[in-house]
């Protein structure tokens, strides 16, 4: 099914950097499948509206009163490959209401490539996380992808697509923008936990894992990396939002009796603002056992002594990341590509500096 038109396509799908047509548009396919066989293809376009509102959640209405339960009666066993071509990445909102519904519904999968990037709020690169993490696939769209639409959803009059200029280097562009949303690369790493100087490094990540225990047994697990934002601000603080909100609270309801036993790997030791408010949740929410291994020491101001002892006095455990916690981290949160962990120069010296730095500063 054609139904777009050559200049509609044109501009709501141009991938040029400083573009910004306010409109949406998704052009969709849905393979359903049963038992490995084919049954069914359907595709189609949407556009915001003004109910339900964006183009995701006007796919996300249809699919689920259309295809998933025509005549309220859900297709058994029926599984459902969703395609997404989208001229903007999703917002912060209907990214969370997607990656619900995907955590809802796991005989749908979805793999979206959109043109560019739709980012305002910093809250919307955590949609594009989730997206991720609720399983689907988000990748830009590559030239050939617009080709594709051109030669599926387009009044095309039979004609070829005509390029733009650089749709090839904005797509490079884009996609590596993405990467760096989505993942930590080795670089990525390297540059921020190395043990070395603080020359540059002034971000922080936080990579960690939450395991939840109730009554002696184990749960669940779940892990993750967190860098500062410009809202809640620094990387510590973004994951107190996401535990509270995602792991203590989800659906405002408090698993009874389940206790969180989490672990920090951060590239810079909490600052003493961080500190207090980590503090103050330690000692609001007893289930909760963290431990903290920091890669560098954060002392700019001298309150930042005084955050790490009130971090321990709360019940926090605090060290330094020794050599064998960068290569955990390296094997468990870093996109490595199969690489080894490479230790680089001074590593132990200075962890064994650093700790003994921090042994001063809590026990002294
Ligand atoms: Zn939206
Ligand atoms: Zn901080």
């Known amino acids: 099914m054609r139904s777009i038109y050559p200049k509609t396509f044109y501009s709501n799908f141009k991938n040029l950097e400083g573009y910004w047509p306010k409109s949406t548009r998704l052009c969709f396919e849905v393979e359903t499948w049963e038992d490995g066989s084919f049954l069914d293809y359907q595709n189609g ?12 959640l006007c796919f996300l209405d249809w699919f689920h009163e259309k295809v998933l339960f025509p ?66 696939k988000v990748a830009m769209m590559a030239p050939e992808d617009f080709e594709y639409c051109w030669d599926n959803f387009v009044y095309n009059g039979g004609w070829d697509f005509p390029y733009w200029k650089k749709v090839r280097r904005n797509y490079g562009r884009l996609q590596q923008q993405l990467d760096e949303i989505l993942c930590m690369y080795p670089n990525t790493f390297d540059f921020n936990f190395q043990n070395l100087n603080s020359y540059g490094r002034k971000s922080t990540f936080l990579c960690f894992e939450v395991e939840r225990w109730k009554d ?34 989800p659906d405002e309801i408090q698993c009874p009796d389940a206790q969180y036993h989490v672990t920090w790997y951060i590239s810079w030791s909490p600052c003493f603002e961080c500190a207090e408010q980590v503090a103050r949740f330690l000692n609001e929410n007893e289930n909760v056992y963290l431990s903290i291994s920091a890669a560098r020491l954060y002392l700019c101001e001298d309150e930042d002594e005084q955050g790490l002892r009130d971090l321990v006095a709360a019940g926090a455990k605090v060290a330094m990341m020794a050599p064998k916690d960068f290569k955990y981290c390296w094997d468990n949160f870093v996109d490595n590509g199969g690489w080894q962990f490479t230790y680089w120069k001074n590593m132990r010296r200075n962890f064994s500096s650093l700790q003994q730095k921090l042994d001063e500063i809590l026990w002294d």
């Open 45 to 56: 376009v949407f556009r915001n509206q003004l109910y339900p509102g964006h183009a995701e």
């Open 216 to 249: 002696g047994s184990f749960l669940d697990y779940q892990n993750g990396v967190f860098r500062n934002q410009l809202y809640p601000g620094h990387a510590e603080l973004c994951f107190l939002d996401w535990f509270h909100e995602k792991v203590l609270f």
């Open 71 to 136: 005549d309220e009666i859900q297709c058994p066993d029926a599984q459902y490959h969703v395609t997404w071509y989208i001229s903007w990445s999703p917002c912060f909102e209907c990214a969370e209401q997607v990656a619900r519904f995907l955590n809802e519904h796991e005989n749908v999968d979805l793999s979206m490539s959109a043109a560019r990037l739709y980012l305002c709020e910093d809250e919307d690169e955590r949609g594009l996380r989730d997206l991720v993490a609720a399983g689907a």
